[in-house]
């Protein structure tokens, strides 16, 4: 049954990505009552903070806060002038007293300002964004500290409002990826997971589930115009080095096997201690490595030198030389193997060109099948495994890989498969993107996810699942792996005592630049 809930506006207009944020509810949540407020104002000190409303105006202002006009349906619209108590607004007793008469508890707050909850409303649980981790970050502006400070992620909250700012109880948490060059990227991207976080308040409300913080973090005002002209210095010197290092820097990529047990979680690797193929020559780097069922193998990603694309390769284990080329012709990555009985399957990443599929061994084109109820998906980095009596795939979307990680479930390989009610199950660059297979050691499942908070393919971070079924998904970090003498690992894979792992070191070369721009072109 829909829960009975009432939404505060602004004069009858919302946010696009609030817009998209009830579209995410609509299964969940019946909206009776919308409250529309007509005199929400804040005071604005012109003089002081003149910079920062000309950096709002031009880089914060995107699609996602595009203001539209909100259709309430079925709907009944309550417009009204709010109380005001010095910067804190109220509620007036006729429209609580419209709420009450609609035996209405659940208030999702879109507009007004700052709302003092007071006697006559403590009993309703109102939800209401917050833009910033509330260890770390309270109060305004969005993400601003957060790059001014290079920190590692924004973060982004659901709470029940209470009359401490940002210091309610947390109903979903999730973190935003940063892009320490560019206020406007950070900003789209908050903004854009934003949409996905609601859902999840409301089915933790639904499970009486909350999110507890060890502390709240310092409460930030607007910027003066001195800090943010140092933030536009910041902004413009991370900018030059990001295009120097785009023209002539490159990551060169190889893998690495070890003889390990268990997952190598908390103590820094040494490639130097592992065995390292030689790139072949038609290659400029390999990555993506897993093993083949048999543990003789393993299929890397092998970027093709003349054009930048992809192609999945067998490497043999013992003598780390390339064996033979599965696919080619267009981006290929990833190339995840498993087995389904007796069956052994590769799920490539063909984001690209391509909706996902599974390819049967002996990996020939005519064993190519569409996985259903994905054709018009385009996935990065499909992960599939069983667990108990359902196929759950994890994945990427292209436009906010970094940042979720989005689950689907069929009871057949091949499908249908449809959307995991949780789904997207993490909202987080530290461990969103898949990074290998998901592996078993003992009774417990753990997921690699690349760390990718502060560049591509940084080190990956372990979660353990705590719970994984058709409609419940739940998992914790445990650890992370990384080496002490390379960057990376942003894949791994473990077969009976072995582990292989790709890094990357970043060296100089004229031809970066093109080979960025020739993978664009012919993919």
């Excluded at 910067?87 to 609580?96: E, F, N, S, Y």
């Excluded at 390339?322 to 984001?351: C, M, N, Q, R």
């Excluded at 894979?493 to 004229?510: P, T």
Aim: charged letters at 25%; a neutral charge; proline letters at 4%.
């Amino acid at each position: 049954m829909k829960i009975k809930a009432a939404l505060i506006v602004d004069n009858l207009s919302i946010a696009e990505w609030q817009r998209q944020a009830l579209e995410e509810i609509r299964d969940l949540v019946d909206v009776t009552l919308v409250l529309s407020c007509r005199n929400t104002k804040t005071k604005k000190r012109f003089a002081k903070h003149f910079l920062y409303y000309a950096v709002n105006v031009l880089w914060l202002r995107s699609a996602f806060t595009r203001m539209v006009p909100l259709e309430p349906a079925s709907a009944q619209v309550v417009s009204f002038d709010s109380d005001y108590e010095g910067m804190w607004q109220r509620l007036p007793a006729d429209v609580v007293e419209q709420i009450r008469r609609q035996d209405i508890r659940l208030v999702i707050k879109f507009g007004m300002s700052l709302l003092r909850v007071g006697t006559d409303i403590e009993d309703l649980d109102i939800l209401s964004y917050h833009h910033g981790d509330p260890e770390h970050y309270r109060g305004r502006p969005a993400g601003f500290y957060e790059i001014a400070d290079y920190a590692d992620k924004v973060g982004i909250i659901v709470q029940k409002i209470s009359n401490t700012l940002d210091g309610g109880e947390i109903l979903a948490r999730g973190h935003s990826k940063i892009y320490h060059h560019s206020y406007r990227r950070t900003a789209a991207n908050f903004y854009a997971n934003s949409r996905y976080l609601l859902r999840k308040a409301i089915l933790n409300y639904q499970d009486g589930k909350r999110i507890e913080i060890r502390k709240l973090g310092t409460n930030y005002r607007l910027p003066s115009n001195s800090l943010v002209a140092l933030f536009l210095v910041k902004l413009a010197g991370r900018t030059l080095s990001r295009l120097a290092y785009g023209a002539f820097w490159e990551k060169k990529w190889n893998i690495v096997t070890f003889k390990m047990d268990g997952i190598p979680a908390n103590s820094p690797l040494s490639v130097a201690k592992g065995k390292v193929p030689d790139i072949g020559p038609r290659y400029s780097f390999y990555a993506d490595p897993f093993f083949s069922m048999d543990g003789k193998k393993i299929r890397v990603e092998a970027l093709n030198a003349k054009n930048g694309l992809g192609e999945i390769i067998e490497v043999d284990v013992e003598a780390m030389n390339t064996e033979s080329v599965l696919l080619k012709g267009s981006h290929y990555s990833y190339p995840y193997s498993f087995k389904d009985g007796d069956t052994e399957y590769i799920l490539p990443e063909v984001a690209g060109h391509s909706a996902p599929f599974v390819l049967q061994h002996p990996f020939v084109n005519e064993s190519r099948h569409v996985l259903e109820g994905l054709a018009d998906l385009r996935l990065v980095d499909p992960s599939l495994v069983k667990h108990e009596g359902y196929y759950y795939l994890f994945s990427g979307h292209a436009d906010s890989v970094a940042d979720c990680l989005h689950l689907y479930v069929s009871k057949e390989l091949k499908g249908p498969y449809s959307p995991h009610p949780h789904s997207p199950i993490v909202i987080d660059p530290e461990c969103a993107r898949m990074g290998g297979r998901l592996s078993r050691v003992g009774e417990k499942m753990y997921r690699f996810g690349q760390n990718n908070c502060f560049g591509y393919g940084d080190r990956i971070t372990v979660s353990e699942i705590i719970e994984l079924t058709p409609t419940r998904y739940e998992e914790r970090k445990v650890g992370h792996i990384a080496f002490d003498d390379a960057r990376g690992p942003h894949t791994l894979d473990l077969h009976n005592g072995s582990a292989v792992l790709d890094f990357y070191i970043d060296r100089f070369s004229l031809m970066a630049g093109y080979r960025r721009l020739a993978a664009k072109v012919f993919d």
